[in-house]
């Protein structure tokens, strides 16, 4: 996995996104023919009564049953809708903290992944756009800079657990010896060269094309995360020939790809994927959800 040495690969971006925040364009390109959005896996849970402590139930020591789901799962279960435009808290409908309420079967939903599409998902929606390219071999994945660990060792400590790396926050303001540039996931000579500047992020690109991620062995085989238990997927993907791009960003508890129809449709029939199509112009962000929103 290398990473490249300037961000030419990407300046293809800039003209197709939108400078000011008003619809997914700030982040999604415009122009291509056709849009879909990917609804990052939810994790569910049976937790168990173990007693009480200090007068309350205890359910959340003992979980059973664990399992992913689709977003649709939970409208289902809470008597709400889903649609494209859905966000996950609404799905809970007039239910006040999801963290606290079961549906009538006794699950309980974690919330989806922000930025991050899990790799049995990622792997699943490559072998879409595997399909979809002339050049699946060759293509350009970037991965957002501000990812805690990449650039310095600062505010991560690695403890000695079996399972590797556990993000740790630095309570200190000060940088301690060998936490500058370099000492973090990424070595010096890529922190110190040239990131794709785009709208409210900056990026650093590596040359991992779409084929790379039909395997969720993946995860062993890059340099950007700290551990494969932790995985992270890349913030964009895009084949050289430019058929199709993936953006999974930052503060997203979803995956839009923008591409063909013929790969679009591809994405909303696979049954591994929850994905449906949406419209160039998308709101996506946290209110947009018009047909959950709590009656007043």
Known sequence: ME???DAAPGEWLKPLLDTMWQDMHVVVPRGFPAYARLFHPVVRDRPQDTGTWHGHPRTDVVALDEEQVHWSVVAAAFGTKMHPL?????LFGQAQSRQEVLDSDGWRYSEPLTGNLAPDALAAVAARLYEHTSTPNIGVSAIWEGWGGLTSSAGYAQ???SD????QEDSSNSAAPGTGPGSGLL???VVNGETLHLPGRDYYLFNAAPQFYLDPGWVNHVPWHHS???PQSP???WPADRRWVMVSEIDFDSTVVAGSHELISALVRDPAIEALPVDEGADLTWDADIHNRPVQ
């Open 235 to 237: 913030s964009i993907l």
């Open 164 to 167: 590797g790396w556990i993000p």
């Open 187 to 189: 070595p010096v000579e």
């Open 3 to 5: 990473s490249l040495p």
């Open 159 to 161: 403890l000695s657990f």
């Open 228 to 230: 494969p238990q932790f």
């Open 86 to 90: 859905a966000q996950f808290h609404r």
